[in-house]
């Protein structure tokens, strides 16, 4: 009686084992293409919020009266940017003077960080791949009759299948190109 009782609780054998290992390596192979492309689609999510919060913060700035009230030569330029007739130009080309210019504070407030500053790591808020590029750089291109602009991140690919792109058109083409950007 008592043989009987040790041979029932012998636990798994090791051919069952093996094949509930096997099982779950299929399933992850199943699903892992999945995953990867879920999770690189929920990073181009995020980026695409991230440049719309930037394109908020910037028209915001440019219609607040105490940014418009600072008349300081790098302030002006600055805002004068964003309503030059098809300007395309990267946002990261700043530094110094510029970076306290009333406009450049009032974006950084808004977004919680300077868009604008050269020396800036953008790899800390924008996180989809950009295979091999230089990395994701804020831009922005403005329209022909200069009264609207987008904000673009050159170097990634909106539909998440990482073949970056660096757009180099004018505003009407955005729609067209692969970029992440808000209008």
């Known amino acids: 009686m ?10 798994f054998s090791l051919v069952e084992l093996i094949i509930v290992i096997a099982i779950m390596a299929i399933l992850i192979g199943v699903m892992a293409p999945q995953l990867i492309k879920y999770i690189e689609k929920s990073k181009v999510s995020a980026d695409t919020q ?10 915001y700035a440019l219609m607040d009266p105490e940014v418009m009230e600072d008349t300081s030569s790098n302030n ?5 940017e964003f309503g030059t007739p098809g300007n395309n130009f990267r946002l990261d080309r700043y530094s110094g ?4 210019t009333a406009f450049a504070t009032s974006v950084e407030e808004m977004v919680g960080w300077n868009p604008f500053d050269m020396g800036f790591d953008y790899d800390k808020y924008f996180k989809s791949s950009h295979n091999g590029g230089p990395g994701i750089i804020p831009c922005a291109v403005v329209d022909d009759s200069g009264n609207s602009f987008a904000i ?8 998440g299948n990482k073949q ?7 505003y009407y083409e955005l ?3 692969k970029v992440i950007f808000a209008k």
Do not use: C
């Open 97 to 100: 003077p510029w970076l306290t």
């Open 2 to 11: 008592r043989r009987v009782k040790e041979n029932a609780n012998r636990g």
């Open 164 to 170: 970056a792109e660096n757009f180099s058109g004018d």
């Open 175 to 177: 729609e067209d190109s």
């Open 152 to 159: 673009y991140l050159a170097w990634t690919d909106r539909t």
């Open 76 to 80: 002006v330029q600055l805002m004068d």
């Open 50 to 59: 991230m440049a719309d919060t930037i394109h908020s913060a910037i028209t």
